[in-house]
């Protein structure tokens, strides 16, 4: 190996030990963390389960089999008294856009979008939340980039 290609490898595995091994002590949310395969740092998101008080700007409402359902920036969201649950989307429900930060997964020759745990397919309209195409709880090491952007 070059010298160059080692200091980039030695860099993403003490960045990758350093995500694995940081902590939320203390926060007052739970939040699980993604590791964006086309970006070189990850993302704190709220965990499925917790409550927030306001939905974030720039949601989106998205009807789905008689039930109605948030979406804002990768993270789904539910009406829940006092304010609102984060939640997993079911399969099916449909949104206009990608969210920020997604990769792109190649299986055969069908794109998946990736993003904070969830994989989305093209489909008439936007993208579907869809299974993993893979037998993975985690991103596919085979991802390409998607979005160059965060925000």
């Known amino acids: 190996m070059n010298a160059t290609l080692t200091r980039a490898t030695a860099a993403a595995i003490v ?3 350093a995500w ?3 902590g939320d002590a203390g926060a007052a949310t739970p939040h699980n963390r993604y590791l964006l395969l086309n970006q070189a740092f990850y993302r704190d998101y709220p965990a499925v389960g917790s409550a927030v008080a306001d939905l974030p700007r720039g949601s989106i409402q ?3 089999e008689g039930e109605t359902f948030f979406f804002a920036g990768g993270v789904w969201y539910q009406a829940s ?3 609102y649950a984060v939640v997993d989307p079911p399969t099916g429900i449909l949104v206009p856009s990608l969210p920020p930060g997604y990769d ?3 299986v055969g020759d069908t794109a998946y979008f990736y993003s904070t745990g969830i994989f989305y397919v093209a489909a008439p ?3 579907a939340v869809t299974l993993a195409p893979l037998d993975s ?3 596919p090491f085979n991802a390409e980039p998607g979005s160059p952007d965060m925000d």
């Open 15 to 17: 960045a990758l030990a």
């Open 20 to 22: 694995t091994f940081a």
């Open 137 to 139: 709880t985690t991103a």
């Open 81 to 83: 008294a006092p304010g």
């Open 62 to 64: 998205v009807s789905f």
């Open 104 to 106: 792109t997964v190649w």
């Open 125 to 127: 309209g936007g993208y």
